[in-house]
């Protein structure tokens, strides 16, 4: 371990280079732009969803002839139909109401046979039980999937109308009971998690974990092409004798690093801001009002708890597949060199997707502090509320203790594999070149 | 005030690639490596920049361990050509400057001079994949000494070029003598050794069989040659008959021929004179570095190397 300089300006002068040469690639470039446009692209479905969905749209006339319909019942209707907006909408096209007063029904009547409605919905009420009773005039099955929608949202219309008759409503009768979860303890306070946001953080957790994974995979294999490269094309030689191990491993992890996070960031910037104009191109193309999807639960701590955990994976994966980088002579055998690491990443993700429907477990507590899965699992317990700051930090201190050990790994088996030159370099021989090496 | 490589071994797996190699070469000379493929040649290299550790012995600069001299010391050509193929010449070669600690600006304009000397100077702004193989090589020893190393180490330099990018990069090669540096060398172009080289050393597995300055490598066996021409007998078949001569080589030009050690050549004069030839040519000389070689090593193997390594393992 002697010799070895101090780490710059050297691993920065590899960084940079290694950045520009990443970013100035051409697949880079088309790669980030196409990803971005997906992105964006993706962030916009609904509202094409819901334009293509729009020209199939069933025209109904309603002809209200009951006499003291519940206020909101134009909105039960519509949304019993339609969906709610925080549900989605429907895929399989929607339904327009045209609301009609009683007079008008001769009328419509007219406008049904000249085809300019699909069918006419008819909302009377029965003198004797005060009950409404609805026809419906169609030509479509009355056995049909549309008929039977409609049969459903006028039976919601019937419940709505038989509440505000005894004095109540569907809101007031469907809202959420209060209740509250708390430890063994007496002392402890409540955790205040109602099951709403249960289920969406356990979805935004799932969301980060993916992020994590994917980047690990996609720009840690970046790194162990990098350094395949290099010796495949010999430079390295010419490299080994300009700079240390140390400074070249610094260099690569950096700078693979900061192109991988540059893509990302295009990649998530496109995302935010599809969001962000997704309710007005909404609005623009297909008139009226729909708020977007709002971000919700993402709160400060865990924004912040994901990119330390974010960058502090992405450190310990690079070292690592630096290090398998290094063990091939040309980049096409990077992929089986690799593989090994590839499953490491693959379980702590599969676990990740389970520990989320259980992030107090015991044993998603105790591997949440293994150094290769607390990306994963502990970015999932601060998602689901449960860790308390002295935790995470432990996972942190654990994780900053297996990077300075990768690094000394890396660095080892790095220094050896660079000059093994050969179809495939075996463990063995490696660890044997690693422990005379420099 | 010299490389001193003392007592170094070094093992890969169960092949021995040095063994027990000591040397001394003084600041200034010209010393050349010589040895079959496999020998050790490139292993003894690496083991000099300290990109290898031996395995036992030390390897020492001006007193002062090679672990510990800064790595601007050394300028190296590694026998594997290599650049990075999409950059373009300039940058690669202010980027290996500023690893060295050249100051950018000074790296670019030392990279045009001698872009210039090497006549490519159009080349500066071309990606190394779009250069030829000879051209790459100039890059290379651009890249080996920008930072003006007082060492210079180049791993069969000569190899795969034409016989004009010889003689430039010979020029270049004995420009940095001139400037005092210390250049080591490794081939297997006996007559670029003879032409250009102070010193030798000839390695065979891992072993230096001979070593020291080429006046003395060429007389270390005894032996001496004789080269004789004489009108009307191109045979010259009374050559053989004298006591301890061997006939080497018959050519049209002159017959060559080994007198033993401790016989003196002048005897075949002699002869010559005796039997009234009309002698047209009368040369005595050291056997030739390749006759020495051939005599330690056996066949010279020209067959072009892979990777040290390799060859190691193999």
Known sequence: MTGWRTLFPNAWYISVREFRSRASSRSFVIGTVLLAILAFAATQAPVLIDKVAGGSQTRIEVVDLASGLPSDAPTVLDQSLNGTATSGSSLLGGYALSWLAGGQLSAAQQDLQGGKFDALLIVDRDPASSDLVFTLRTDMPADGRQAQTIGNAVYSLAIEDRLARAGTSTAAVLAPAKWSVLPVSLSGTATTNNINQELSSSLLSTGLVVLIFMAIITYGTWVAMSVAEEKGSRVMELMLNATTPLQMLAGKVIGNGAAGLTQYGAILGAVLVGLLVQGPIHRAVLGGSDSGPAVSGLTVPLVASFMVLFALGFLLYSLLYAALGSLVSRQEDVQSATSPLMMLVMVGYFMSIVAIQSVTDTWVVVLSYVPFFSPYLMLARVAGGHVQLWEFGLAVVFMLAAIAVALFLAARIYSAGVLLYGQRVGLRQVLKAARVSR | ?314
């Open chain 2, 1 to 314: 005030m010299s490389l001193v490589i003392d007592s170094v071994s070094k093992n890969f797996g169960e092949v021995q690639a040095l063994y027990d190699v000591s040397l001394e070469i003084k600041p200034g000379e010209v010393f050349g490596f010589l040895g079959a493929n496999g020998a050790g040649k490139t292993t003894a290299m690496r083991i000099v920049l300290d990109i290898l550790r031996p395995d036992s012995g030390t390897v020492a600069w001006n007193g002062r361990l090679n672990t510990e001299v800064s790595r601007d010391t050394w300028g190296y050509l590694p026998e594997e050509r290599g650049l990075y193929a999409k950059m373009k010449v300039i940058d690669q070669l202010t980027f290996f400057g500023k690893l060295h600690g050249v100051k950018p600006k000074k790296a670019e304009q030392e990279t045009r001079d001698w872009l210039e000397r090497f006549r490519i100077p159009e080349y500066a702004d071309k990606r190394a994949e779009q250069l030829s193989k000879g051209n790459q090589q100039k890059i290379q020893f651009i890249a080996a000494i920008l930072h003006d190393p007082q060492v210079l180490l180049m791993d069969e330099p000569f190899t795969g070029l034409d016989p004009v990018n010889v003689a430039l990069l010979k020029e270049a090669f004995l420009e940095m003598k001139d400037r005092g540096k210390t250049l080591i060398f490794s081939t297997h172009q006996m007559e670029t050794v003879q032409e250009l080289c102070q010193s030798i050393a000839i390695l065979d597995r891992g072993r230096v069989v001979v070593g020291g300055t080429v006046r003395d490598v060429r007389r270390s066996s005894g032996r001496q040659m004789v080269r004789i021409a004489v009108d009307g007998d191109p045979e010259i078949a009374w050559l053989a008959t004298i006591d301890g001569v061997r006939v080497s080589r018959r050519g049209q030009d002159y017959t060559e021929a080994e007198v033993a050690s401790g016989h003196d050549p002048e005897l075949v004069l002699q002869e010559a004179l005796g039997r009234r030839c009309r002698i047209l040519h009368f040369e005595i000389t050291d056997p030739s570095l390749e006759e020495i070689f051939i005599e330690h090593v056996g066949q010279i193997d020209t067959s072009e190397r892979t990777l040290a390594p390799k060859a190691v393992y193999a």
